[in-house]
């Protein structure tokens, strides 16, 4: 008996965090159960639609064909089973009873964070007391568990207390919401909050606003920085605690993380609220209003990778530069560093090369199957790659002068070229190896530099005609402000690269290179609007994202998954 209840005991917390055991009182929403003070909420919704997706999915319906999470699967369906035989209901009805939204919230106590879960049971209330019922019964059998139904009232809620080894769990209802706190005080503090004992959430204008921007995500992660930064930081000494310091998240007021998996075009988010004027560290160094990309010019739509960097300006990224370098032991030796390249040089690094760019740099390259195989310095990483490095100058006779700089210290012999008119460049590095050839140039006010012949005229071409592709120029119009960081990245070429390489050579059937090709580009962005930062990640795909996921897991699953 004691086995059975150790295999039942996390299937009892999840009944317990979703289920309550009587009739509805009053009406209430979960957002005013949440105190004001919470470091964290996050709610999952329409967890019973996700669910009905990924049964009709012939994509999912791959995934789980695979051998090992198959035999995973027989495990769970096999618990299901028990249940199902115990309870009367499956796994499929829990979620399809309580998965309209369940919340979880961790908030300040006296000893320590606390932690309450809500659920909305969608009016289930007699199903849900009889499942309460017969789950009291199985929790009991144990010698480490106790039930105690109807224990008390707190502010007119009835509530009951359940124990799990050393876990507590308080729980009541309010109207059609379960209330279940996780700890000592908890429930309490939740129904506090719903009597107006206790600021709630719902009364945060700024928590609103976002709430509702967000509203159409299956998962909402709303974090106030300010009250969980001491939470992480606690125990660390003083040192770790400088360079923590250092990233700069206290420029931060609010996170929000979301995720829209039901909605073609949906995506993940992560949403930053920046203090005014309060901008510090790394991210206060990054998180600056872009300039317009010009690097987007040589966007061909061939290229299986394109990332761009595009701050403010230059001297915002020696700012971060310089940042980086003080949080270090050995500021001193940065700093003497670059005195030595100024002597060599003859120029200010700040004034006459960070002065020359406009401080967005650009990576455009390929990637073929095994690649990785090779590389071992980032070097040989853009020479596999036959990449090219894009610079956007504010100054090109600055940037001329600092590589004239360079070429008379080292001494290197440059040939130059002429390609449809356009002047190019080229230089063996090192002079004697002709077969690690760099060839650069300029067109318009952009820098081009490449390991590749071919794909570095290809680049010239995009540049000098300066189109970019229309699938691009409609993603940028689609974003709230120009992208600090744009990427770019086919999804079938990369992972042909990378799992290709390596002891365990891992080859994509044509089946599942076709199924990658069909996602379509990844596109990875970071905007910045005044006091805003938005983070996106999703694809180009014209399915939902449960679909493409599906598609994706089905893509690798039976290659990595043995």
């Known amino acids: 008996m004691k086995a059975f209840v150790s295999h039942t005991r996390l299937t009892a917390i999840i009944l317990l965090f979703s289920l309550r055991i009587a009739p509805a009182t009053d009406a209430a929403k979960m957002e005013d159960f949440i105190p004001n003070d919470s470091v964290v909420y996050l709610t999952l919704r329409d967890l019973d639609e996700v669910w009905e997706a990924i049964e009709v999915s012939e994509n999912w319906e791959g995934v789980l064909a695979s051998p090992k999470i198959k035999t995973q699967m027989d495990q769970v369906n096999q618990g299901a089973n028990m249940l199902k035989l115990m309870l009367g209901i499956d796994l499929r009805g829990i979620i399809e009873m309580v998965g309209h939204q369940i919340s979880l919230t961790v908030?300040?106590?006296?000893?320590?964070?606390?932690?309450?879960?809500?659920?909305?049971?969608?009016?289930?209330?007699?199903?849900?007391?009889?499942?309460?019922?017969?789950?009291?019964?199985?929790?009991?059998?144990?010698?480490?568990?106790?039930?105690?139904?109807?224990?008390?009232?707190?502010?007119?809620?009835?509530?009951?207390?359940?124990t799990l080894d050393e876990l507590e769990l308080t729980y009541g209802f309010v109207g059609d919401l379960l209330v279940v706190g996780v700890n000592p005080g908890s429930f309490e503090a939740l129904i506090d909050t719903y009597r107006k004992q206790r600021e709630s959430i719902s009364k945060n204008d700024?928590?609103?606003?976002?709430?509702?921007?967000?509203?159409?995500?299956?998962?909402?992660?709303?974090?106030?920085?300010?009250?969980?930064?001491?939470?992480?930081?606690?125990?660390?000494?003083?040192?770790?605690?400088?360079?923590?310091?250092?990233?700069?998240?206290?420029?931060?007021?609010?996170?929000?993380?979301?995720?829209?998996?039901?909605?073609?075009?949906?995506?993940?988010?992560?949403?930053?609220?920046?203090?005014?004027?309060?901008r510090q560290g790394i991210l206060g160094s990054l998180l600056q209003e872009a300039q317009p990309l010009q690097s987007i010019q040589a966007l061909s739509g061939k290229e299986d990778v394109f990332l761009s960097i595009a701050p403010s300006n230059a001297e915002a990224i020696w700012e971060l530069i310089e940042t980086v370098a003080n949080t270090g032991d050995d500021s001193g030796g940065f700093?003497?560093?670059?005195?030595?390249?100024?002597?060599?040089?003859?120029?200010?690094?700040?004034?006459?090369?960070?002065?020359?760019?406009?401080?967005?740099?650009?990576?455009?390259?390929?990637?073929?199957?095994?690649?990785?195989?090779?590389?071992?310095?980032?070097?040989?990483?853009?020479?596999?790659?036959?990449?090219?490095?894009?610079?956007?100058?504010?100054?090109?006779?600055?940037?001329?002068?600092?590589?004239?700089?360079?070429?008379?210290?080292?001494?290197?012999?440059?040939?130059q070229y002429d390609y449809k008119g356009t002047m190019l460049h080229q230089v063996s590095l090192p002079p004697e190896d002709p077969t690690m050839t760099v060839r650069y140039g300029y067109v318009k006010d952009l820098f081009l530099v490449s390991f590749s012949d071919e794909r570095f005229e290809l680049v010239v071409d995009n540049a000098s005609a300066g189109r970019a592709v229309s699938t691009f120029k409609k993603k940028f119009k689609a974003l709230p402000a120009d992208p600090v960081i744009f990427l770019q990245l086919k999804l079938d070429k990369?992972?042909?690269?990378?799992?290709?390489?390596?002891?365990?050579?891992?080859?994509?059937?044509?089946?599942a290179t076709k199924r990658l090709g069909e996602i379509g580009p990844l596109v990875a962005s970071v905007s910045v609007k005044q006091n805003e930062a938005w983070l996106k990640v999703g694809t180009m795909s014209a399915e939902e994202p449960i679909e493409t996921y599906g598609k994706l897991a089905s893509a690798i699953a039976p290659a990595i998954i043995r």
Do not use: C
């Open 107 to 162: 908030f300040p106590g006296e000893v320590g964070p606390m932690i309450g879960i809500i659920v909305n049971t969608s009016g289930a209330i007699r199903e849900v007391e009889r499942i309460v019922t017969g789950f009291a019964q199985m929790a009991s059998a144990s010698e480490d568990n106790s039930v105690e139904q109807n224990a008390g009232k707190y502010r007119k809620v009835e509530f009951s207390i359940v």
């Open 206 to 278: 700024q928590f609103r606003d976002l709430y509702q921007q967000f509203a159409e995500a299956q998962v909402f992660v709303y974090t106030n920085v300010d009250l969980a930064l001491p939470l992480v930081t606690a125990d660390m000494d003083a040192q770790k605690e400088a360079e923590f310091r250092a990233l700069g998240l206290d420029s931060l007021q609010t996170l929000v993380y979301s995720l829209d998996l039901l909605n073609v075009g949906g995506e993940h988010q992560l949403y930053a609220k920046i203090k005014p004027d309060q």
């Open 335 to 415: 700093y003497d560093g670059i005195a030595q390249v100024e002597a060599l040089l003859n120029l200010n690094i700040k004034t006459d090369v960070v002065g020359a760019l406009t401080g967005e740099v650009a990576l455009w390259g390929t990637f073929t199957e095994g690649m990785a195989e090779d590389v071992h310095s980032l070097t040989d990483l853009l020479y596999e790659m036959d990449a090219a490095i894009i610079v956007a100058l504010r100054s090109q006779a600055k940037w001329r002068t600092f590589l004239d700089s360079i070429q008379n210290l080292a001494n290197m012999p440059i040939q």
């Open 494 to 511: 990369f992972l042909m690269a990378i799992l290709a390489s390596g002891e365990e050579s891992i080859r994509l059937s044509a089946d």
